[in-house]
């Protein structure tokens, strides 16, 4: 049996977890799939699952589970896991998973593969997953006893293809005993930094500059096509951590989603944290001196050169027009 | 306070990473290397933690001979001594394996903080750090951005998705995973890099390794291109001329 734990917060399905169901789907074959909910009263949450092809939904409801913390989702996870034995557990790879999956797998001396992009389903499955920043990809086998656990990168699978149930599976309840004496960690309401000045949400066309850069004063250049073309500037992650332009111009999962009608990539790599933020642009190009760049994956229109030559001729044809 | 912090050897990132003939591994004959990225951020936090607080930052890494070099450097960033964790097979383990045997090398250190990276940038597992934690038996977070040392306590700032943020905090001693970012890093003085040379790398041998790999790598391969890339070539006049006339005619995103 295979184990999809959903990410809920609130009673909120996160839309990741639908994309999990698709990749258990295919990985389990006949093999059925359940699915754990978590939180504290995540009723609403388990009831959207329950219209998932899934055998059965089972919460785990405590108030302690609420604010999360690794401490509590642990405890619980592994007691729900006991008392199901699958052989697989199969999560989003979330910034929530990130935190507590490891300490699972761990606890239960078990394998975890992360940031899985695909699966070769089967008696012995495996998973690939990038490395090397996404220019090469591996494909891995997990070792040791069952449970393995793997976390699916988000959007590496289409949750509108998960197959949903004829009737809604049945909801159980899993009964998990937690000490609130033993949850180190004490969270506090969760906050944004100070309202944006810049919504790059709505720019019709973005200008983004990468480590491709080089250095702060090379910025301007970027800037020039930005306005040459009546675009926004914005920026890969590392370009924002330097202090060369604010965070609020930064996009990715850490940062701003956009989906312009033109993207200009300049000397970004296309990081899977990147082009989470980028992916939904109408028309992407990339301008990159390595010709095996991960952003050309998903580019409309390339050029494979160096932007410092490139771009000053960008501009010059521009203003021709 | 005694603050350890966990720095792996990676590749740099310009490195196009060949396939070899196991098609296991990468070529690393024409690799270079350097300190993982969010690394640097992790010891740039211990100093600044160090400077307030008082204490010792004690680096370590897990990996072959050659990974001594990223030790030297944090040394020579400020680092008061490195403890080495050597053995060849260590380049080519999962996680798993590479938190125990850094749990084994400092276990006896009566530490206040473990730091990490969030990932590493060669295989980005995620995962060391917080399995780290869990053999320590230390309560940990995350993606960290910010650190205030209390008393006896840890309040951390954890980045969550799409630009939010929450404080947290837990009883010391503790491990963080900090996120790139966190602070401005600074790069080793002349005076550091003479420092450095006196200070102690401790070297510790695994007997056997700690434990089997959980994940094992099958096979490599390039990606596949999910979309038709329209490549324009030429000139650097010729290609944006080229790119200029498809945004306009094709794709129509320019008037
Ligand atoms: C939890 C987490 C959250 C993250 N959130 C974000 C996020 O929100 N946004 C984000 O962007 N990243 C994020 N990252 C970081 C991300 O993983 C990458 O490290 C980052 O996107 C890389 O930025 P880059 O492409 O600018 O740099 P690099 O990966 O270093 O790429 C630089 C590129 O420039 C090219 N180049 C170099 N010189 C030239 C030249 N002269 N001409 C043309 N091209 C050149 C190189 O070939 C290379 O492809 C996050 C990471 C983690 C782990
Ligand atoms: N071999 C190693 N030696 C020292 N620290 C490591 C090693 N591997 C991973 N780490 C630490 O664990 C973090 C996460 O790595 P990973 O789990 O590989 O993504 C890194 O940022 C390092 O701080």
Redesign the pocket.
């Given at each position: 049996m295979i184990v999809v734990v959903a990410e809920q917060q609130r009673g909120k399905l996160h839309r990741a977890s639908w994309e999990v169901v698709a990749a258990a789907q295919e990985l389990a074959g006949d093999q059925p799939v359940d699915a754990v909910v978590i939180g504290a009263n995540p009723a609403e949450a388990a009831s959207e699952l329950s219209q998932a092809a899934v055998r059965a939904v089972h919460v785990i409801d405590s108030p302690l589970l609420e604010p999360y913390t690794p401490d509590a989702y642990t405890a619980a996870l592994d007691q729900a896991i006991a008392e199901l034995k699958p052989s697989h557990v199969l999560l989003p790879h979330t910034?929530r998973t990130r935190d507590f999956a490891p300490t699972l797998a761990a606890r239960l001396n078990r394998g975890l593969v992360t940031d899985c992009v695909g699966i070769k389903p089967g008696d012995k499955p495996t998973f690939l997953r990038p490395t090397y920043?996404g220019k090469l990809i591996a494909e891995v086998a997990v070792e040791g006893d069952v449970p393995h656990f793997v976390s699916i990168q988000i959007g590496a699978y289409r949750g509108d293809s998960a197959k949903r149930g004829s009737t809604a599976a049945p909801i159980n309840t899993v009964v998990v005993s937690l000490d609130a004496s033993a949850i180190r960690e004490k969270p506090e309401e969760p906050f944004q930094e100070a309202k944006q000045a810049v919504d790059l949400s709505q720019a019709e066309r973005i200008v983004a500059v990468?480590?491709?850069i080089?250095a702060q004063e090379h910025i301007a250049l970027a800037e020039t096509l930005a306005k040459t073309l009546g675009a926004q500037l914005a920026?890969?992650?590392?370009?924002c951590d330097s202090g060369w332009l604010p965070m609020e111009r930064?996009?990715?999962?850490?940062?701003q989603t956009v989906a312009p009608k033109l993207y200009v990539a300049?000397?970004?790599?296309?990081?899977?944290?990147?082009v989470v933020?980028m992916k939904g642009a109408r028309t992407i190009v990339a301008?990159?001196?390595?010709a095996d760049?991960p952003?050309f994956e998903i580019a409309d229109y390339g050029i494979v050169?160096?932007?410092?030559e490139i771009v000053p001729a960008l501009i010059a044809e521009l203003e021709k027009t | 306070m005694r603050i350890a912090v966990c720095i792996k050897q990676v590749p740099t990132?310009?490195w196009q990473p060949r396939i070899d003939g196991t098609r296991r591994g990468v070529r690393e004959q024409d690799a270079s290397f350097e300190m993982n990225e969010p690394d640097a951020y992790a010891l740039e936090e211990a100093l600044c933690l160090r400077e307030k607080h008082g204490g010792e930052v004690v680096v370590c890494t897990a990996g072959p001979a050659r990974a001594s070099q990223v030790l030297r450097e944090a040394l020579a960033r400020g680092a008061d001594r490195a403890i080495h964790v050597e053995d060849e097979r260590l380049s080519s383990v999962d996680a798993f394996v590479v938190a125990g045997a850094l749990a084994d090398a400092v276990r006896e250190e009566k530490l206040d903080l473990v730091l990490t990276g969030?990932?590493s940038d060669d295989q980005g597992a995620?995962q060391t750090g917080v399995i780290l934690a869990e053999r320590l038996g230390l309560p940990h977070a995350t993606?960290v951005m910010d650190v205030q040392v209390q008393e006896s306590s840890v309040r951390v700032k954890r980045?969550l998705e799409g630009g939010w943020f929450q404080w947290v905090q837990m009883p010391l001693p503790a491990l963080l995973t900090i996120?790139?970012g966190i602070n401005q890093l600074r790069y080793a003085t002349l005076k550091g890099i003479m420092a450095a040379k006196k200070k102690e790398i401790r070297k510790v041998v695994l007997a056997a390794p700690a434990a089997a790999p959980r994940v094992r790598v099958v096979s490599l391969d390039v990606p596949r291109k999910t979309k038709q890339t329209q490549m324009l070539t030429g000139s650097p006049s010729e290609a944006a001329k080229g790119l200029v006339r498809k945004l306009k005619d094709e794709a129509r995103v320019l008037a």
């Open positions: 910034y920043q990468g480590r491709g080089k920026a890969s992650r590392p370009i930064q996009v990715g999962s850490s940062g300049l000397g970004i790599s296309g990081a899977i944290q990147h933020g301008i990159n001196k390595d760049a952003i050169g160096d932007l410092f | 990132r310009e969030l990932q995620a993606i980045e996120q790139s």
